[in-house]
């Protein structure tokens, strides 16, 4: 395990050095000719994807259809909850508000 690790990270190691090298011919070019730039960026566009390439590369997400979703289900009050509800001797009353008391004003 441990061979095939060092092997794994030699061989990564390359590739970055290959990428590094292809980034600074891209910077060179630049620096020289922008339309030679273009036409190197079109070539390496239009060359095929290798099936190798392809079968490493993640599989494109694509929109699921739409699905509509169920409205929240009411919840039931327990038989003590709604007996309480009914005959409570106290029941919770709105909580008034500033323009509350205003209209309460000017109605008078």
């Known amino acids: 395990m441990v061979i095939f690790q060092g092997t794994m990270s030699s061989n990564i190691q390359e590739r970055l050095e290959e990428e590094l090298a292809v980034l600074r011919y891209f910077d060179e070019l630049l620096a020289e000719s922008p339309p030679a730039v ?3 960026v079109q070539n390496v566009l ?5 099936q190798e390439t392809q079968a490493r590369l993640q599989k494109p997400l694509h929109p699921k259809p739409y699905q509509q979703r169920a ?5 039931r ?8 509800r009914e005959f409570d001797p106290f029941p919770a009353r709105r909580i008034r508000t500033v323009t509350d008391y205003q209209r309460e004003i000017l109605d008078r």
């Open 38 to 40: 273009r036409k190197v």
């Open 46 to 50: 239009d060359e095929p994807i290798s």
């Open 71 to 75: 409205p929240p289900r009411q919840r």
């Open 77 to 84: 009050l327990r038989r003590g909850q709604a007996l309480l």
